[in-house]
């Protein structure tokens, strides 16, 4: 019926290109946990913001930026790139469900400098 690719059974850092929902009250910061929901899989990561400096390096933000696209980094099953994701900051019985970012998936690997 339904089966993992070789691939998709792998465990690595993903950047994507991440950005804060424009209804979520709050801005994201680094390190905290978010539940993310790529295609078929659920799973919680602690993503790193970052922005990329003269196309050299990523230069790690504290908090992600309003209105504006940055880079994220987390740890989580791979998945090919341009693969669309939807970031939620909690989901418990008592918590209120909002959609805390989106993005797409911009590359896989198994070590990221930042």
């Given at each position: 019926v339904?089966?993992?690719k ?5 465990l690595?850092y ?5 950005k804060?929902?424009r ?8 390190h ?6 790529i295609g078929w899989?659920?799973?919680q990561?602690l993503?790193?913001?970052s ?8 230069r790690?933000?504290?908090y992600?930026p309003?209105?504006?696209?940055c880079t994220?980094?987390f740890?989580?099953p791979?998945v090919s790139?341009?693969t669309?994701f939807a970031a ?7 918590s209120?469900?909002?959609i805390?970012?989106t993005g797409?998936?911009?590359?896989q ?6």
């Open positions: 339904g089966g993992l070789a691939q998709e059974s792998q690595g993903l950047e994507s290109r991440f804060l929902h209804w979520h009250a709050k801005i994201l910061k680094s905290d946990p978010l539940v993310f929901s899989r659920r799973f990561s993503p790193v913001f922005m990329k400096d003269d196309g050299l390096r990523y790690m933000l504290k992600t309003e209105h504006m696209h994220a980094h740890w989580g791979l790139p341009n669309p939620v900051k909690s989901m418990g019985a008592q209120k469900f909002r805390a970012a797409t998936i911009l590359a690997s198994q070590d990221v400098r930042i």
